[in-house]
């Protein structure tokens, strides 16, 4: 699915960068912001498809960016982005919105395939493959 409109909140600059080149490269339309506040005020200007967010970020954490977007636009499209999968709970993410988890370090041709997953894909939350759980 090419021309997706992706969301890309991530605090650490040279990460959101690379991110954001990497994806243009891709054909995924996106917009990068550095912190939750600035994701939900992004998000309630323009349509995205899919927001991709770090789960530790100033302001607004991850999920509650996801919650925020969720109850602004229940249909968007949730990956979380975290180096820290083992205290984040299946249920909580549930309840939060998030449609599926990615653990840090990320390879690339795993998130674009991912991002077009969750795109096309109504399936209930899910863990990328190899994650811990």
Do not use: Y
């Amino acid at each position: 699915m090419s021309n997706l409109r992706v969301l890309l909140a991530e605090d650490a600059r040279e990460f959101r960068e690379l991110l954001r080149d990497e994806l243009r490269d891709r054909g995924f339309l996106v917009a990068a912001v550095e912190d939750g506040p600035k994701a939900v005020e992004a998000f309630r200007r323009q349509p995205f498809d899919v927001l991709l967010t770090d789960l530790a970020m100033p302001g607004l954490n991850g999920l509650q960016v996801a919650k925020a977007c969720k109850l602004h636009r229940p249909s968007i499209k949730i990956i979380v982005l975290t180096g820290w999968d083992l205290l984040l709970e299946d249920q909580e993410c549930v309840d939060h919105g998030v449609d599926m988890v990615i653990a840090k370090p990320v390879q690339i041709s795993t998130l674009t395939a991912a991002l077009r997953q969750v795109a096309q894909d109504p399936a209930p939350f899910q863990r990328s493959p190899g994650m811990s759980r």
